[in-house]
């Protein structure tokens, strides 16, 4: 619980957003409702070439963790062509398998990730992620295959003319609006926003102390009407902390996931990759896309770890 | 090497229907390269109404191993809202990982996975699978953007009014152009087959003597001249074995995988969920749809786990 | 809680034999104090031939679990001699993994594994045990260097003529008692008591009825009051449920995990192989050894695998 | 293989000091054989007030492993007293899990870790390390029970006057006669020597600069000699990279690791914990004590996580 007495910024803006009931006491994916039957049509015909831009990072042990809280994957092999001398057809096989946190490198962050006092989205308490068995409400596995929808792209830094964003810079409303217009674009219900920071660069340098640490550029509480008003399905980000880090709501350290996640129930994504498709977009100017994002179906998840492809 | 001075009916098969040279001498993505750009954008206008069929197994504990060779998958919590107490603005949040064979469920095989006589597809070395590194060539990770395609569902079953094909039944191409013809739809090149002989029920059922061992009914030698002839990109079976089990190959386990994997180079599907999709393609008479199956970039991996979807 | 109104036997038993306090309110190690230095430099001197034998399950995907709630472990390659070709001085090396419950082969039980009505051993309050850390208090780390002491071989199916006990049948202190004098041997304050059902050949057997599920030999309440007044350190069990099972408390499962886990404070260990060193003490009628049973200090741990050794 | 034509300064000593056959040519354990049960009795006797001083590294995320080639320990948590709300009897419990490297930590290397010129100790070829089944000759597994002997502790910084060694720092024979000399103690045939270069300093200040990485002290390959002469059963030490680092044979990166495990069979423990027991024997002049460091029997494996302890 909160301390007492005490009025939070972030919890007034959740009040105020907040979709708890819109689609059903029992809903448990938010925001991915919007993806309808109709949007996913109209999605899939922005796939006019049919050209494949992929969004994700790899899944190896080069990732961003550095090997405490969070690990980045293992991938061993099980079996190789060494293990099948001798079979009489000369058959060779191999097998593998990995070790991974839900959250180590390009991700979903299902509703039932983050909340405070005691709730996640839709009045979900916090006792239903049992540590033995995960999220019986709010798990990504319910979530999953909302995620093929209208993809659009929003380069801050290009509308900014730098490479990356600065450290800490808050991605307002305005900034949002101003990126519309510039790239000719319009966000709309049921969309899946790719919003670049540039924050990726950091990543592809191997600059840790960049990515992964240190203060980050993303929205802020400010923004999160806008997503609201635009009644996004699920917002995605290429840098690791998501929202504009630290933040300056005093006594939190990720405002903008709680409401985001908690109140508006809002499908957030971290660690994409947007500086192939940033070049592309810029070139044809076109900055909407089919984006094909469905993870794993693991059940009772909080996460999943997914390789999003856009297509042009 | 297989013995000295035999010669063995599915080799033969595998040199008669190889791609090898076919899309270069460094390809190592076979079959998916005919899904070519044009073919992406001509199979998303299959996603007529956008509604959404789930071709996945559900990643949990209760997945078909048994605990010997491969796992299934282990998902625990690394962080629940117990651990978040006292945070003065009461977030609480949840983390997970998860411990899995990549072949352990709903999954690719890519074609770093089975070959013979010392080599994978496209005369990738046996040793190209290094036991510390994984698939330096024919990797998953350069294959998954390429899983997105025009998917056809051929019912066999259905076809054989039927529930369930019998064990070890071969289903023939004689079978596949039957059920083309009787369900109105042909196979073009590019597609991703979805093949169903019904065997999911038996994992539905929980019937592990039926489904991770025993017989099983899966197509044979015979068929893989039609899948070369018709270029299918890929081929998802709803079954175990992949292929008809046990083979009629004496002293062989699993030589369609062979031929297929190594000499066609075509990337295959095993426990694919084609329940829903058979029951609905039956009601509305189409047998064609978007199919998005991309898995995870993991690197160097001879697979992945996928939660594919049909879009209609 | 426990059902309000209800008086349950076990407990009722739990609070005659508390051992709560007896050490301070801030032990975390129960009846290991009993292994003191003295206890430990007496115990070595019954390494009089310096006879080793081996009490531990090996680690291994064979082990007794069936691939649901505990795996068994899972050995993985890391890196191999096929990875460090060409190394100039042709160094060879090899590194491997582990995947594995703590509580899936040969291992012992911390006091932060069982406990009821809210509390584990001394008071310790089940939220002690925080889902994304592990046992705060009564971890095993704590308690792994104290399980080196006199060990002392209880053989209840040769006291029986048997091979092995009966299936659900309950060890009493009468045959303890009747053991000791049939084998010449007393169990003193600080041993860690080694007691055979024979269970442990089903196992060998590949039995997995008999092991792992279904009905087992095994001390009920009765005995527990031997255990404490004799002031056993560690009470060690070559079977899988510890316990005789089922219990004939109704409505309860494992009645004398948590009596002797949570009241008593007394380290229990499964899965410990005897055979051997039943033989061997049949042989020589030497009953009592040096036990080294030390597992690997895991942080917060709530149990340990472990390759006991007996010395004689 | 090596380099043809060239010479190899380790390699002509490996020749020198070569146990290939002594003990038979089906030999896996090498001088692990010299702890024979008269030995281990002996050693039992050292147990003089049952004092127990622990050796280990704790087994977590603050290990010293860096997140790239091994992990630190990872401790989940399967089942926690949350999960059993509402039983009838109040039981409560917990369950828990860990992936690790088996040499991340406090960890034995066995007679299959490191080799050259395709061959392991005793002539085991290379590719009886399996990558789908690991150790199939040399494994820990067969040495796990012949770690318990007489522990000597040779301080050599203590000797020097000096809390560390200086980097690169290389321990040699008459460092280790001198350091005898001055502790009053003898190393004898048999024996686990503890030798201490005070690195693990490094790592309890979390400088892994100094500890994981960059240069260490450490025996050469001309202590080889005398651990050979003296017929040590094992070596333990109290840094990371075992010998010193870097090495001065050029093109070789642990070329003492490879004599000392390959030809003369030693199996070497690396970052144990030396200083509770640097200051003990050097409060009470007594250098050697009853040396319990059994780890895991896992079947296969090329090492082993051990919590070994000395008791005086």
């Given at each position: 619980m909160t301390e007492a007495g005490k009025t939070w910024a972030h919890h007034e803006v959740g009040k105020k957003l907040s979709n708890w009931g819109r689609w059903g006491d029992d809903d448990e994916i938010g925001t991915l409702n919007l993806v309808t039957p109709e949007k996913v049509a109209a999605a899939a015909l922005l796939a006019r070439t049919g050209k494949r831009i992929d969004l994700g990072m790899a899944f190896?042990?080069?990732?961003?963790?550095?090997?405490?809280?969070r690990i980045n994957p293992v991938h061993t092999m099980t079996w190789t062509p060494l293990d099948t001398a001798g079979l009489p057809d000369g058959m060779i096989s191999a097998d593998d398998m990995i070790v991974m946190g839900l959250q180590c490198a390009t991700q979903w962050d299902s509703l039932a990730h983050v909340g405070y006092d005691g709730y996640f989205y839709n009045g979900v308490p916090s006792t239903a992620v049992r540590p033995g068995i995960g999220a019986t409400k709010n798990s990504f596995a319910t979530a999953n295959d909302h995620l093929i929808s209208r993809g659009v792209l929003l380069d801050i830094p290009r509308l900014k003319g730098v490479d990356v964003l600065p450290d800490s810079y808050e991605i307002t409303s305005a900034d949002l609006n101003e990126a519309e217009a510039a790239q000719g674009v319009t966000v709309q219900p049921g969309d899946v926003l790719c919003l670049r920071t540039g924050w990726y660069k950091y990543f592809l340098d191997g600059d840790k102390s960049k990515f992964g640490s240190g203060p980050e550029a993303g929205p802020g509480l400010e923004a999160l009407e806008w997503f609201r008003d635009r009644d996004i399905a699920a917002l995605a980000m290429d840098n690791w902390a998501f929202e504009r880090y630290p933040t300056v709501v005093e006594g939190s350290v990720i405002p903008v996931h709680q409401v985001a996640i908690r109140d508006i129930g809002l499908t957030i994504g971290e660690m994409f990759n947007f500086e192939d498709l940033a070049v592309d977009c810029a070139q044809d100017g076109v900055y909407e896309y089919l984006f094909t994002g469905t993870g794993l179906k693991i059940s009772y998840s909080v996460g999943s770890p997914v390789t999003p492809i856009a297509i042009k």
């Open positions: 190896d042990k080069n990732g961003p963790q550095d090997g405490g809280f």
